[in-house]
């Protein structure tokens, strides 16, 4: 199952007790040019660092209804998730760094889960989803991105030349993310391009401000469907 290898991979790297947290785990995980098909999610802890060899040459096939990646909190050990709720400024994700290659994914998914995640980079990326006009996709996202608080919230993170093609939403949030920045990205072939604050409820958790100060640059929307009214 590549999915349990690729996950005791990154786990030995970026959550072994005997290197968490020292210079030791500040290493690349190197996916070569390949197919890789898992059927879970992979869960990616604070200062993860997995480099492909380029979209279209490292390729992930999700046949699973989870998302392709997930960052976690720093209270993950090996093979055990960290306690969400526990998620606080000091151990949420962060510094992860993802790049060179294309994630596949079918059905009513998300293909990246940003999880209380700040000062990431996501780059060189293509999410590939099977959207289409007949398809009553509802949760079907390129890049979602959630909050506990407003505090404990996914902010500071750059996403560079990603291309979404066939997803409901190419990036959706409803929470208090901030100052997260899309540069020289190609969303087509989707629903809608970017949706923000569509469904906060103000007051809930992590639903404060809704998101603020996210910015998109040099950017191109290309054959979306319609936009919200």
């Known amino acids: 199952n590549e999915v349990t290898e690729l996950q005791r991979a990154i786990d030995q790297l970026y959550v072994n007790a005997a290197t968490v947290g020292n210079p030791q785990s500040r290493v690349v995980l190197h996916m070569p040019a390949g197919t890789y098909v898992i059927n879970n999610s992979l869960k990616l802890p604070p200062f993860t660092t997995l480099i492909g ?10 046949t699973g209804n989870f ?3 997930e960052t976690v909190n720093g209270l993950r050990t090996p093979g055990v998730a960290g306690n969400r709720a526990a998620t606080t400024t000091l151990n949420q994700a962060r510094h992860i760094a993802i790049k060179g290659m294309t994630l596949n994914i079918t059905g009513n998914n998300t ?13 060189d990326i293509k999410i ?5 006009n007949s398809a009553s996709y509802t949760d079907n996202f390129a890049i979602k991105m959630v909050a506990i608080s ?15 093609d066939g997803f409901q939403q190419a990036v959706h949030s409803d929470y208090d993310v901030a100052e997260n920045h899309f540069e020289n990205c190609v969303f087509e072939n989707c629903q ?8 906060t409820v103000l007051g809930s958790p992590g639903q404060n401000t809704a998101p603020i100060n996210n910015t998109v640059s040099q950017s ?10």
Do not use: H, M
């Not at 191109?220 to 009214?229: A, G, P, T, W």
């Open 192 to 199: 809608y391009g970017i949706v923000f604050g569509e469904n």
């Open 111 to 123: 293909a990246i889960l940003v999880d209380n995640c700040v000062n990431s980079d996501f780059e």
């Open 67 to 69: 998302p392709v990646f």
């Open 128 to 132: 590939v989803g099977d959207w289409d």
């Open 220 to 229: 191109q929307f290309k054959d979306i469907n319609r936009r919200l009214s």
């Open 53 to 62: 060899d380029g979209s279209d040459k490292t390729i992930i096939n999700q």
């Open 150 to 164: 407003s505090t404990v919230t996914s902010a500071n993170n750059n996403f560079r030349s990603i291309k979404v």
